[in-house]
């Protein structure tokens, strides 16, 4: 709607001279590629992006057109989380590694945030039981190429429920 993007709009201007590093912006894929593109242009700040899909080429398209400066790393994670709980083979871990070098241009991947845990996604516990195998996934997320994401009670070990149970993700 015109209307809302004209106030959306003087509200990114009105972020200026605050003193804001960035914001994470949720759910981008449901707002039009054009709105985000303006709005980071007249914000004039570093925003990160969520695009909860595992397909690398989806998230690829923000960075890529100047919408967002970065993205969250769910394609990783996704991977991670198999590799972890599933047991599937690293080689699904490398091939995807492989994608986002592909896709990405050189800068791209360091600035991509790299995360085990965010607050739509089940808690680490409740997916990976064995704590020497959530350490290792966390510890990989912490080291590998990307911008470390630790979410709030990962070093607590806080529980969360199953699908549906978004409450206790939190």
Wanted: charged share 20%.
């Amino acid at each position: 709607h015109p209307l809302t993007r004209e106030l959306l709009l003087n509200f990114a201007k009105s972020l200026k001279g605050h003193g804001f590093d960035g914001a994470r912006i949720d759910t981008v894929p449901y707002v039009p590629l054009d709105f985000w593109i303006d709005f980071h242009r007249e914000a004039d700040m570093y925003f990160m992006g969520e695009y909860f899909d595992p397909d690398v080429t989806k998230i690829a398209l923000y960075p890529r057109k100047d919408a967002m400066d970065s993205m969250l790393n769910f394609p990783l994670y996704y991977q991670l989380i198999n590799c972890f709980t599933k047991r599937w083979s690293f080689r699904a871990l490398t091939s995807t590694l492989s994608l986002l070098r592909d896709v990405f241009p050189n800068a791209s991947i360091p600035r991509l945030g790299a995360f085990s845990e965010s607050a739509d996604v089940q808690r680490l516990p409740s997916l990976v039981p064995d704590p020497v195998h959530r350490k290792s996934l966390v510890l990989y997320t912490l080291t590998a190429e990307g911008m470390p994401i630790l979410y709030y009670g990962t070093e607590q070990g806080f529980v969360g429920g199953g699908p549906g149970d978004y409450d206790s993700y939190r």
